[in-house]
């Protein structure tokens, strides 16, 4: 019963972990003002001469919604399904432009993914398996839309809160507040049904 709870604890923490940095991460990289915990907030210009300026900015926007949907807990496998490929390409573009160090701090966020994996593997076995017969279909069942809307609402106010940096930085903090506010009244609504 311990082990149980131990297991769920290092799992949230681990969501929240990556949840954390791969928004903050994204959201220094849109705004130039947001603290990131990782990541090189000149990526776009360092990719531009390439002509992956647009794809850096891709990245960034991936971050804070794959950042958001760990955070949630509630759409967390969703999240950690979109980490997977995401953090492989960050892994590929450090690796090619020869980054120090860099490789080696994304080979262990792919770890962590992939015990989040691991541990939604329930949830996930079907995709592996070409017989469904012995799927029981299952309707989407959703008890409480309302804290659903919530999250995305909050992960709305977010995205266009980046918007508003070019205007107002302080606009652009009280959006991600409102934002992540939304979200704990999100979790909130959900715990109590």
């Known amino acids: 019963m ?4 131990f297991i769920r604890w290092m799992i949230f923490s681990i969501r929240v972990f990556l ?26 210009e360092k990719l531009a001469p390439f002509g992956l300026g647009l794809y850096a900015r ?20 969703l999240g950690a399904i979109m980490l997977f490929p995401l953090l492989l ?7 090619s432009l020869e980054w120090r160090g860099t490789p080696y701090v994304n080979f262990f966020l792919l770890i962590l ?3 989040l994996l691991a541990y939604d593997f329930d949830k996930l076995k079907f995709i592996l398996t070409d017989d469904t017969s012995e799927l029981k279909p299952i309707g989407i069942h959703r008890p409480n839309r309302k ?5 995305f609402g909050g992960l709305a106010l977010i995205l266009i809160s980046i918007s508003l940096t070019a ?11 409102a934002g992540f506010m939304t979200l704990l009244y999100a979790r909130m609504m959900h715990n109590r049904n």
Not at 2 to 5: F, L, M, R, T, V
Request: proline share 3%; charged share 10%.
């Open 167 to 177: 205007v107002n930085i302080w606009a652009m903090y009280v959006g991600v507040g």
């Open 147 to 151: 804290s659903d809307a919530l999250w």
């Open 19 to 44: 949840g954390l940095i791969f928004f903050t991460a994204g959201m220094a990289k849109l705004t130039q003002h947001f603290p990131g915990l990782i990541g090189p907030v000149w990526l776009e």
């Open 58 to 77: 891709f990245i960034a926007y991936c971050q804070v919604i794959v950042g958001w949907l760990l955070l949630t807990q509630r759409f967390a496998t």
């Open 113 to 115: 993914n992939g015990i």
């Open 2 to 5: 311990k082990s149980a709870k």
């Open 89 to 95: 390409n960050i892994f590929m573009v450090t690796v």
